[in-house]
């Protein structure tokens, strides 16, 4: 009895593991939504931060070059001296 119960249940996770694969790339189908979205680049002025822009140019205010935008999250930790 205990043979036929594991047969079942080989066939059962056999079964399972086709049914979730993708049948046009052969990947497992929790792969495909993970699909990432490329990091929008924004521009700024250094003396304006509030003015933004999507590709590099001269700020409208004062003709500075427009630098692109980092996270405030992202920047590495300075160490202080004491």
């Given at each position: 009895?205990?043979?036929?119960?594991?047969?079942?249940i080989a066939m059962l996770f056999s079964a399972?593991?086709?049914f979730a694969a993708d049948t046009h790339t052969?990947?497992?189908?929790?792969?495909?939504?993970?699909k990432l979205k490329p990091a929008k680049v924004q521009y700024t002025c250094t003396m304006h931060p509030e003015v933004l822009s999507n590709k590099p140019g001269k700020c409208p205010k004062c003709g500075m070059a427009l630098v692109k935008?980092?996270?405030?999250k992202k920047k590495p930790a300075e160490k202080m001296k004491m």
């Open positions: 009895m205990k043979k036929v119960t594991l047969m079942a399972a593991t086709v052969g990947k497992m189908a929790s792969d495909t939504t993970k935008k980092t996270d405030a």
